[in-house]
C-alpha cells in the first residue's frame, strides 16, 4: 500500500520556520521525483518545490526562493521542506508528491498538512 504521510505543519508567527516531512512507504523511493505543493484557500494548488530522484537537482517557485529549502533522504524514504522567513502568505495545505515517469511510471499524492502564518 503506497502511502505519503505528510508532518510538521502548524501554526507560525511571521518571520519564523517550519520543518515539513513526508515519509514514504509502498514504493521505490529513490527512483522518485519528489515535490511539495500547497493550496491556500480559493486558490489552485501550486508547486513549491522539486528534488529529482538523486537529489543533485532542485527547482523553486519563485516566490520561496532564498527561503525555502528542500532536501531528501533516500535511506529513511523521507522528503524535507525547510521553511524558513514564513509570511502571512505562505498559509496553505501543504502537499507531498512522488512521481516517476516512463516505464513504471506513477504518481502519488499526500493527505497534506496545514500551515498558518500568522500574528
Known amino acids: 500500500q503506497v502511502r505519503l504521510v505528510e508532518s510538521g505543519g502548524g501554526w507560525v508567527q511571521p518571520g519564523g520556520s517550519l520543518r515539513l516531512s513526508c515519509a514514504a512507504s509502498?514504493?521505490?523511493?529513490?527512483?522518485?521525483?519528489m515535490s511539495w505543493y500547497r493550496q491556500a484557500p480559493g486558490k489552485e494548488r501550486e508547486l513549491v518545490a522539486s528534488?529529482?530522484?538523486?537529489?543533485?537537482?532542485?527547482n523553486y517557485a519563485d516566490s520561496v526562493k532564498g527561503r525555502f529549502t528542500i532536501s531528501r533522504d533516500n535511506a529513511k524514504n523521507t522528503v524535507y521542506l525547510q521553511m524558513n522567513s514564513l509570511k502571512a502568505e505562505d498559509t496553505a495545505v501543504y502537499y507531498c508528491?512522488?512521481?516517476?515517469?516512463?516505464?513504471?511510471?506513477?504518481?502519488?499524492w499526500g493527505q497534506g498538512t496545514q500551515v498558518t502564518v500568522s500574528s
Open positions: 528534488i529529482f530522484r538523486t537529489g543533485g537537482i532542485t
Open positions: 509502498g514504493f521505490t523511493f529513490s527512483i522518485a521525483d
Open positions: 508528491k512522488a512521481k516517476r515517469t516512463g516505464l513504471g511510471s506513477f504518481d502519488y
